[in-house]
């Protein structure tokens, strides 16, 4: 059973438009959540996270909202850029549980020019 | 951030050898982690390298088939014993640096079974 769901595998957004990219979890203890992008033959990079006290945080072009009562969150990118192309993963952990992350299956983004 | 170096960045290996990863941060850090992602999946969590003491291993997941070693603050191993071609993925070491902080990843080490 997923516990971090991102149902869609792909998205394709113009250059200059803004990306929504979504995740939905399961797991009510889960009380941080974070973004990660990862190109080809590199590692995760950590975007952007969110508490759950928040229900907004920005950090430039990126902006993760989370809506508790609804298990979703999502993370906008304004405006899309052809660099901002690579496959984006949603991320949850539980105080409680340590600081093991639960990572969602990834949304593949493609910003075209 | 820390900057985490693992190595090699990738081998091919024979059925039923074994492989070390390494994974070396560039400062002191309270947890690293090990994943493993297999093609066209996300990331799994393998294990919790404690330092001084053995890691804790997710379900699925023994220490007879993927011992770790965490000796000091900022350098931990994986090992990849008795390799199958299922073994085949890529492995990724992270740290992080507290609780509710983000992990830092590796680049990771792509791992071909023949």
């Known amino acids: 059973d997923q516990q971090v769901k991102q149902n869609s595998p792909s998205l394709s957004v113009q250059e200059g438009r803004i990306s929504i990219l979504n995740c939905d979890y399961t797991?009510?203890?889960?009380?941080?959540f974070l973004w990660y992008k990862k190109y080809p033959a590199e590692g995760p990079t950590f975007l952007i996270s969110i508490s759950s006290i928040k229900d907004k945080n920005e950090d430039g072009r990126f902006t993760v909202f989370l809506n508790k009562s609804a298990k979703h969150l999502s993370l906008h990118i304004v405006p899309s850029q052809p660099g901002d192309s690579a496959v984006y993963f949603c991320?949850?952990?539980?105080?409680?549980?340590?600081?093991?992350?639960?990572f969602g299956p990834g949304t593949r983004l493609s910003v075209l020019p | 951030s820390a900057v985490i170096s693992q190595k090699p960045s990738r081998d091919i290996c024979q059925r039923g050898t074994s492989l070390t990863i390494q994974c070396q941060v560039d400062s002191q850090v309270t947890m690293m982690f090990w994943y493993r992602q297999q093609p066209g999946q996300s990331l799994t969590l393998i294990a919790t390298?404690?330092?001084?003491?053995?890691?804790?291993?997710e379900s699925g997941f023994v220490i007879d088939k993927f011992p770790i070693s965490r000796p000091n603050l900022t350098f931990s191993t994986l090992t990849v014993s008795n390799m199958s071609p299922e073994d085949s993925s890529i492995y990724l070491c992270s740290a992080v640096g507290g609780n509710n902080q983000p992990q830092h990843f590796g680049d990771g080490t792509r791992l071909s079974i023949l």
């Open positions: 390298a404690n330092q001084g003491s053995e890691a804790t291993y």
């Open positions: 991320a949850a952990s539980a105080y409680n549980y340590g600081q093991n992350f639960v």
């Open positions: 797991n009510s203890m889960f009380d941080y």
